[in-house]
């Protein structure tokens, strides 16, 4: 059993940054694919980033704003977000999965296909 937990969320303008931090208890941490998503308000859950041995993958709509990294002594990920745009704003998910990364590689799945879930963290991110 894989429990995870966020932090970092916030209220920022346009162009600046937030770090979110997700927490992971209960596993061997670095044996799981580890990924962000994010659900804006009346659209579906979407995939931001994966991360498996240091290997990384993200969406196009994020691509060199957003890093994800992961800290296997402290069983714990992050996501540096910066150049924040509105659009960014929603709740953000970390996602964990045994087998997402030996079965489909390190990329931005769909989220029916990862097991463990944290509570989420807001963003919002103003004009």
């Known amino acids: 059993q894989v429990q995870l937990v966020e932090s970092g969320g916030g209220s920022v303008q346009s162009g600046g940054s937030l770090r979110l931090s997700c927490a992971v208890f209960g596993s061997t941490y670095s044996s799981y694919c580890m990924a962000w998503f994010r659900q804006a308000p009346g659209k579906e859950r979407e995939g931001v980033a994966v991360?498996?041995?240091?290997?990384?993958s993200y969406a196009d709509s994020v691509k060199g704003r957003f890093t994800i990294s992961q800290d296997n002594a402290k069983n714990a990920l992050y996501l540096q977000m910066n150049s924040l745009k509105p659009e960014d704003t929603a709740m953000y998910y970390c996602a964990a999965d045994f087998n997402f990364c030996r079965r489909w590689g390190v990329l931005v799945g769909l989220p029916g296909q990862w097991n463990y879930w944290g509570q989420g963290t807001q963003v919002t991110v103003s004009s």
């Open positions: 991360i498996n041995n240091h290997i990384t």
